[in-house]
C-alpha cells in the first residue's frame, strides 16, 4: 500500500537519522516512528515536508514538498496538522478517499471554520487521544457539524525504551517540555521545594518548537536541546518529572515516556493528562505550594507510586491501528 504523510507546519526537515541523532520535537518524532513502522511491516511509505532540499531514504523516504506531484498516486494520503493542503491533496493527486487529516493541537475552533474543506474532500479526521477526540466531536457537534468522521490513534513510545535497572538520583528532577508548558510556574515551584531540600537539582531541556529564556538559578542546569536517546537517559537518572504545567496536552508524551522508563511524573490534571497517565497519585493542583511539597516530601521519604506505561502506546500496538485504519474500505 502506498501511504503519503503531508507536512508543511516543522521549523526544519525530519527523518529517521534526525530523530536517531538530533534534537526533535514531540510530533515530528511520532511522524518518523509511525512513517518508519508502516514502511517496516511492507508498506511503501513516503513523506513529503516544506523546506526539505533533498530527499533521503531508511525504511520509509522523506522527500521535498514539491516532489508530491510527480511521484505516483498513494492510496492513503495524510496531512499534518492544518487542512490548507487537503484540496490540493485530493485534486492534484487524483484523491477521491481515504484522506486524512491528523491533528496534533487543540485546533478545533480552526477546524470548524474550515469544515467546509474537511466536508468537501471527506477528510477522516485523526486525533491522538480519546480527550482530543471527545473535544472535537462534542464542538462539532455543538456547531451541527456532522459530516465528518473522528477517530484518535495514540502516539507511539518507542519498543526499546523500558526501565532501566539503574537507581534513580533521589535529588534530580526533571523539566523536558516547551517552555510554553508551565516552565515559569516549575521554577518558582522549585525554589519553594529547595528551602525543604536544598540539594534538590533541576534539569530542563527544551524540544526547540519555542526559545528557551534565559534562566540563572542554583541547582538548575539548562540542557538546551537534547537527542531523544540522551534525554531519555536524563529521564531514567530522575526521581521526577516534575512539570507544573497547566497547557493543555493532546497527548504528553514526555509522561508516557517518563512513565515506559520507570520514572514517576508530578503534574496538573488538563487535557489527556489522566488519560495518558492514568494514575491519579501523579496528579496534583500545581497551584496549591503545600500539596506539591508535601507530595515530593512523602515520595522521598516513602518512594513514589510505580511508573509504569500502558501498552496501548508501544509501537508495535500504534503501527497495527494505523495499518487497520489505512486499509479499511
Not at 498513494?74 to 493527486?93: D, F, N, S, T
Not at 534513580?168 to 508548558?181: A, E, Q
Request: aromatic share 10%; with cysteine.
Amino acid at each position: 500500500m502506498r501511504i503519503h504523510f503531508y507536512d508543511i507546519t516543522a521549523n526544519k526537515p525530519y527523518d529517521a537519522y534526525v530523530l536517531e541523532n538530533e534534537p526533535l520535537g514531540g510530533t515530528e518524532a511520532t511522524v518518523v516512528r509511525v512513517a518508519e513502522g508502516l514502511a517496516a511491516i511492507g508498506h511503501e511509505v513516503k513523506v513529503f515536508q516544506e523546506g526539505r532540499k533533498e530527499a533521503v531514504k531508511n525504511l520509509a523516504e522523506y522527500l521535498p514538498l514539491g516532489e508530491a506531484e510527480t511521484a505516483e498516486t498513494p492510496h492513503a494520503a495524510i496531512c499534518l496538522r492544518i487542512p490548507i493542503l487537503l484540496p490540493y491533496v485530493e485534486k492534484k493527486l487524483k484523491l477521491s478517499h481515504k484522506l486524512f487529516l491528523w491533528c496534533h493541537d487543540f485546533n478545533e475552533n480552526d477546524l470548524i471554520l474550515d469544515y467546509p474543506i474537511l466536508k468537501d474532500t471527506k477528510t477522516h479526521v485523526i486525533c491522538v487521544s480519546r480527550t482530543q477526540q471527545q473535544i472535537f466531536k462534542s464542538r462539532f457537534l455543538a456547531n451541527k457539524l456532522i459530516d465528518c468522521k473522528i477517530t484518535f490513534i495514540y502516539n507511539p513510545i518507542d519498543d526499546c525504551l523500558g526501565p532501566k535497572l539503574i537507581p534513580h538520583n533521589p535529588n534530580k528532577l526533571v523539566y523536558f517540555s516547551s517552555p510554553h508548558k508551565g516552565l515559569e510556574h516549575t521554577l518558582d515551584m522549585f525554589q519553594k521545594l529547595r528551602e525543604h531540600v536544598p540539594e534538590y537539582e533541576l534539569f530542563i531541556a527544551n524540544p526547540g518548537y519555542y526559545e528557551l529564556p534565559e534562566v540563572k538559578m542554583q541547582n538548575v542546569t539548562v540542557l538546551g536541546n537534547l537527542p531523544h536517546k540522551k534525554a531519555i537517559q536524563h529521564v531514567r537518572e530522575a526521581f521526577c518529572t516534575f512539570h507544573m504545567n497547566e497547557y493543555p496536552e493532546t497527548f504528553g508524551l514526555v509522561y508516557a515516556e517518563s512513565l515506559a522508563v520507570g520514572t514517576p511524573v508530578l503534574t496538573s490534571k488538563c487535557g489527556a493528562t489522566y488519560e495518558i497517565i492514568g494514575n491519579q497519585e501523579f496528579l496534583i493542583n500545581v497551584n496549591n505550594e503545600k500539596k506539591v511539597i508535601d507530595k515530593i516530601l512523602k515520595w522521598r521519604k516513602d518512594g513514589a507510586p510505580k511508573a509504569e506505561m500502558k501498552e496501548d502506546f508501544r509501537l508495535e500496538n500504534v503501527v497495527k491501528q494505523w495499518d487497520n485504519l489505512l486499509q479499511k474500505d
